[in-house]
């Protein structure tokens, strides 16, 4: 059984940027892909980012590509997810998922954390 936590969400002004974080606990942290994903009020979980068990491959959804960076340490059993650039679109709550595959489709991921808030807003 794995454990995430996610940390580092808040209130940002647009144009501006947050660095998430998502402690792995409970498992091995290297057999897993990493996800994150986010849903806003009144929308359907969506897809922001994933990667690899090593980190050196990389995908994102077509909103946040150039503006977001997954990454991962594995020493540290923690990944990240840098946010620039932000807009109020990106308003939402951000969840962390651990999977067996490199996928988009949120379904194929096994463990999720308990999500943190992000909010962009002057």
């Known amino acids: 059984q794995v454990q995430l936590v996610e940390s580092g969400g808040g209130l940002v002004q647009p144009g501006g940027s947050l660095r998430l974080s998502c402690v792995a606990s409970g498992g091995t942290f290297n057999d897993y892909a990493m996800g994150w994903f986010r849903q806003a009020p009144g929308k359907e979980r969506e897809f922001v980012a994933t990667c690899s068990w090593s980190g050196g491959a990389t995908y994102y959804a077509d909103s946040v590509r150039g503006r977001f960076t997954i990454s991962r340490d594995n020493a540290k059993n923690t990944v990240y997810l840098q946010m620039n650039s932000l807009t109020p679109e990106d308003t939402a709550v951000y969840y962390c998922?651990?999977?067996?595959?490199?996928?988009?489709?949120?379904?194929?991921?096994?463990?999720w954390g308990q999500g943190t808030q992000v909010t962009v807003s002057s």
């Open positions: 998922a651990a999977s067996p595959i490199v996928v988009q489709n949120p379904t194929h991921y096994k463990y």
